[in-house]
């Protein structure tokens, strides 16, 4: 059986990421609603912020299933934003990056 793809995996990563973002942002939502937290101003940013990053995932990862340059390169400087967040989200970074340094033919 023949091995998946680099590309593949840093897009099939990316559109994890991403519906990670989306329920995240959408249990955020609900606890705003269910008046856990209170309602405020910063919480709108702040949701707009993660919706953007879901976007943003969404977007390199359709990129990458097409081989694009831009997804790759976008893909590397996330990795490498994401390195910072310990312990997830250096995982996710070096999973990222070991991939993109991979070929994509």
Do not use: D
């Not at 606890?31 to 969404?58: D, K, M, S």
């Not at 990222?96 to 991979?102: D, E, K, P, S, T």
């Amino acid at each position: 059986m023949e091995e998946e793809k680099s590309y593949i995996k840093v897009a099939k990563a990316h559109k994890f990421i991403s519906w990670l973002y989306v329920v995240v942002t959408a249990l955020s939502v609900a606890l705003i609603a269910f008046g856990v937290f209170p309602q405020i101003l910063e919480f709108w940013l702040v949701f707009l912020f993660l919706a953007g990053l879901a976007a943003l995932h969404y977007f390199t990862a359709k990129g990458a299933f097409r081989k694009s340059i831009w997804a790759r390169v976008t893909s590397i400087v996330i990795a490498v934003v994401m390195l910072s967040g310990f312990p997830i989200g250096t995982g996710f970074g070096i999973y990222l990056l070991i991939h993109c340094f991979r070929s994509w033919k």
